[in-house]
């Protein structure tokens, strides 16, 4: 199979635009593991967003726990764009219409405060360059049916990115061991997801120096001011209409994201 690159972007904004989540790219637009073409459609999908208007952001890392990698065959994290209509305030109403199957995960989100530029990028330039972190809450989405993706699947579909949650309360790097803060996704009252830095490659901050390095060597570095969302903290949850779900994160505080019920 040869890849299809407007095709898989066509099917993809089809998607967005009727609300259907479609069969896998990888049946019939892209080839199984290519990364290139993937990243391709992606691209394509983030420069008709741009020609719109929409801001970008930031970026997401994906795919940093080791069990999502071997469940996808793959050994690396993906990454996405984030943009400004993606952000949801903390604890505002979410209407799961506007979304096709979302998931939350609770994750720690850099904000930077300088420029990342070089593609050989250490932990050490990361710190330097992160001005706080937040606790966050990710609002994943697919608009691949059922959720079976691939690698060449969620990375066509900008990472599988839907919304997200940032909380209200900074933190200095510092002043938090990311490879050991607990986290803890809520819903009711009751623990649905449970985790800790080390799941997020080793530590949240091996994930943003790998997005870093990957940027600047793709010629689109993180910039002073960007939003990093760096990966789940434990396994991610389906979104029930009508719930809440709370996010705490040892050191980081809490964040809320909450959904109606989508009734017409």
């Avoid at 970026?59 to 071997?70: P, W, Y």
């Avoid at 952000?87 to 219409?97: K, L, M």
């Avoid at 002043?175 to 803890?184: I, M, N, P, Q």
């Amino acid at each position: 199979m040869s890849a299809d690159i407007d095709g898989a972007a066509a099917a993809l904004r089809d998607a967005y635009a009727t609300g259907v989540a479609r069969k896998p790219l990888r049946d019939d637009l892209l080839p199984a593991g290519d990364l290139t073409a993937a990243y391709a459609v992606q691209q394509a999908q983030v420069e008709s967003w741009l020609a719109e208007g929409r801001r970008p952001v930031g970026a997401k890392v994906g795919l940093t726990s080791r069990v999502v990698q071997e469940s996808l065959g793959v050994f690396q994290p993906d990454f996405g764009v984030l943009f400004g209509d993606m952000a949801v305030p903390d604890g505002a109403e979410i209407d799961p219409r506007d979304l096709l199957q979302p998931r939350v995960e609770a994750e720690v989100a850099f904000v930077l405060g300088r420029d990342i530029p070089d593609e050989q990028v250490t932990v050490a330039d990361v710190v330097r360059a992160t001005d706080h972190l937040l606790p966050a809450i990710e609002i994943v989405d697919s608009r691949i049916a059922g959720w079976d993706i691939s690698i060449v699947d969620t990375v066509a579909d900008n990472a599988s990115s839907g919304r997200y949650v940032l909380g209200t309360t900074p933190r200095r790097v510092r002043d938090v061991d990311l490879r050991l803060c607990g986290a803890v996704l809520e819903h009711a009252g009751e623990p649905v997801s449970v985790g800790a830095g080390a799941a997020c490659l080793g530590n949240p901050l091996h994930a943003v120096a790998w997005l870093a390095a990957t940027l600047a060597a793709n010629g689109r570095p993180l910039r002073a001011g960007d939003t990093v969302l760096s990966g789940a903290l434990g396994p991610m949850v389906a979104v029930t209409p009508g719930a809440a779900y709370e996010a705490r994160i040892s050191g980081l505080g809490s964040v809320r994201a909450c959904f109606s019920k989508g009734d017409a």
